[in-house]
């Protein structure tokens, strides 16, 4: 079964420039999930979809960050314009979804993102 | 809401030693635990979790959890490290009804020969 997949896996931007990062989750996951992990941090939930709806946005910095997951697979997440405290690594994560299946999250292996 | 936090930064053991890994945890309803995994330039490996059945969980690679609700603790263990331990530990805890995981600021453990 392939994995969570993830591109670019690194990506150097200067300031004020804007990045996108594009993440295809497990087939069948219908729940989707992207991360910010700043160095020395542990990873923290940006947004959350369920199929093509989010479920959770809160953490996520409106006023820069967007995310999307149109047909409810794969999910694209940007931001425009990046600032140099923006510089982490962004992970994707799936899970199966619904109550009757324990909810294991799997994870991608990230975009390392230096905003300069 | 529910956190974790992680009591030391960086874990040095010596090859075939006792790996000991602490995790606090502060829920106002029963949460499920998890440790995951972090090698470098990866993405996170779940290496065992705790869903309210049994307090002691054996995960991959020889680790194992304790689940203890009196002291809100969920410390991870192996009793033997070897090298390919080598990596960075994260606990994390969700509610048990909404499976969003808040996890920790993570553990890097070094192995020496």
């Known amino acids: 079964e392939a994995g969570v997949a993830q591109s670019p896996r690194y990506k150097i931007i200067e300031k004020r420039q804007s990045v996108a990062f594009w993440c295809n989750p497990i087939?069948?996951?219908?729940?989707l999930y992207w991360y910010q992990q700043i160095l020395g941090q542990g990873p923290k939930l940006l947004i959350q979809?369920?199929?093509?709806?989010?479920?959770?946005d809160s953490q996520l910095p409106k006023d820069r960050f967007s995310a999307e997951r149109l047909k409810g697979v794969d999910s694209t997440l940007k931001i425009q314009p990046a600032k140099l405290e923006d510089s982490a690594v962004y992970l994707c994560?799936?899970?199966?979804?619904?109550?009757?299946?324990?909810?294991?999250?799997?994870f991608g292996p990230g975009t390392r993102l230096t905003v300069l | 809401a529910q956190s974790v936090t992680q009591l030391g930064s960086h874990v040095s053991v010596s090859e075939g030693a006792l790996v000991l890994l602490r995790c606090n945890y502060s829920?106002?309803?029963?949460?499920?635990l998890f440790w995951y995994v972090q090698y470098p330039n990866q993405g996170l490996q779940l290496l065992l979790k705790?869903?309210?059945?049994?307090?002691l969980v054996k995960g991959i690679n020889g680790f194992e959890a304790e689940f203890k609700k009196s002291e809100t603790s969920f410390h991870l263990t192996k009793p033997s490290a070897h090298m390919s331990d080598a990596a960075e530990y994260f606990c994390a805890v969700s509610l048990s009804n909404d499976y969003k995981l808040s996890f920790g600021a993570g553990t890097t453990v070094t192995v020496r020969a």
């Open positions: 994560a799936s899970s199966f979804g619904g109550e009757a299946h324990y909810n294991e999250q799997f």
């Open positions: 705790y869903t309210s059945a049994a307090t």
């Open positions: 979809f369920q199929n093509n709806g989010v479920v959770d």
């Open positions: 829920s106002s309803v029963p949460p499920y």
């Open positions: 087939s069948g996951h219908a729940t």
